[in-house]
């Protein structure tokens, strides 16, 4: 996602977004792209992969049209607050975080299961 008004030949680093929080692309807040520019923060990231593989959530009720792989799919899939429309499904969230734990610059790290 990009911020209205962009100009397409000379994208920032901030005139990127993330499509489920809307936060800016940052050093600090690394992101995944998916397909056609959709984009996944970290912290996105983090909150989704912690409620659907470790809670067992998923906001798809069994059909989700995910933002990131563009596909409508069984997996489980996490909603974002911020946008009723953006899902993203349990396959991209695990190749996202696969994805961001092999860049030594993100510092990102799977969040691990809470203990009960």
Not at 42 to 56: D, F, K
Not at 79 to 107: I, T
């Amino acid at each position: 996602m990009r911020k209205p008004g962009t100009d397409p030949l000379d994208v920032q680093m901030t005139d990127v977004l993330c499509d489920f929080c809307h936060r800016e692309w940052s050093e600090a807040v690394p992101m995944i792209e998916g397909h056609h520019g959709s984009c996944l923060c970290a912290r996105c990231l983090s909150t989704a992969y912690a409620s659907v593989v470790h809670a067992g959530l998923d906001d798809g009720g069994g059909r989700a049209g995910c933002r990131m792989c563009l596909e409508t799919r069984e997996d489980p899939a996490w909603r974002s607050p911020l946008d009723p429309e953006a899902l993203v499904c349990l396959r991209c969230l695990k190749l996202a975080a696969r994805a961001l734990e092999k860049d030594p610059d993100s510092g990102w790290r799977r969040p691990e299961a809470s203990a009960s």
